[in-house]
């Protein structure tokens, strides 16, 4: 089975930019979160969709948003980047809400 | 306000040696997560646990839900067990459902 593929792995962008950012979860898995990780701030919570729907939101600005479609794929959209967005963004699936979860590999984003 | 604290930070241990990790939390909580990351940033996540005790080879996660604690030890360590090791904990969704991860404990295993 393959495992959680996130997409692009590397990304640089300039300030103003915007950027979408891909998740495929594991065949079967109907719940996708998204977290951002920094060094200053460690991983935070961004939000988690379930069956195309958004459950949850951390505490981010509305220049973050997400989606998730209808095979369970999701995409992640900073609008108006800031060079503070420069993160590892990691998504992670799992086969239900509150199951364990399976982390990707993250894309690196660099904002310039 | 951190609502998830860990100790310590910083580890460094000799191969075989027993390890433990601590962390504390100030809200309630429906499960807590302890997830391991290795230098290139993959997570994988070790457990997801609401009461008790789970092991898996030789890590063992304890938590203590009176006391908003747990711990996560690792028996004869060794060097591969070199991560960053996070602790996370999930509210229940009537407390907004939200994630609140610790700021990790870096820990070294020496041969």
């Known amino acids: 089975k393959a495992g959680v593929t996130q997409t692009p792995r590397y990304l640089i962008k300039t300030r103003g930019q915007q950027v979408t950012l891909s998740c495929s979860p594991i065949s079967g898995h109907r719940s996708v979160s998204w977290y951002q990780q920094t060094p200053g701030q460690g991983l935070q919570f961004l939000f988690e969709?379930?069956?195309?729907?958004?459950?949850n939101k951390g505490n981010f600005p509305g220049r973050f948003s997400g989606r998730q479609f209808s095979n369970s794929r999701s995409e992640m959209n900073v609008s108006t980047l800031e060079l503070g967005d420069s993160a590892l963004y990691l998504c992670a699936s799992s086969l239900w809400v509150s199951r364990p979860q399976y982390f990707g590999a993250g894309t690196r984003l660099s904002v310039l | 306000k951190n609502e998830v604290e860990q100790s310590p930070q910083n580890l460094t241990a000799q191969e075989e040696e027993f390890i433990t990790i601590n962390c504390s939390y100030s809200v309630g909580i429906s499960a807590l997560h302890w997830l391991q990351q290795h230098p290139g940033g993959g997570i994988v996540s070790l457990f997801m646990l609401s009461s008790g005790k789970k092991k898996h080879g030789r890590l063992i996660a304890t938590i203590n839900i009176q006391e908003k604690h747990s711990s996560l030890h690792i028996t004869a360590s060794h060097p591969r067990d070199s991560a960053v090791y996070i602790c996370?904990?999930?509210?229940?969704?009537?407390?907004?459902?939200?994630?609140?991860f610790g700021t990790g404990t870096s820990l070294t295993v020496i041969p």
């Open positions: 996370a904990v999930r509210t229940p969704d009537n407390t907004g459902n939200q994630f609140y």
């Open positions: 969709y379930f069956s195309e729907t958004q459950r």
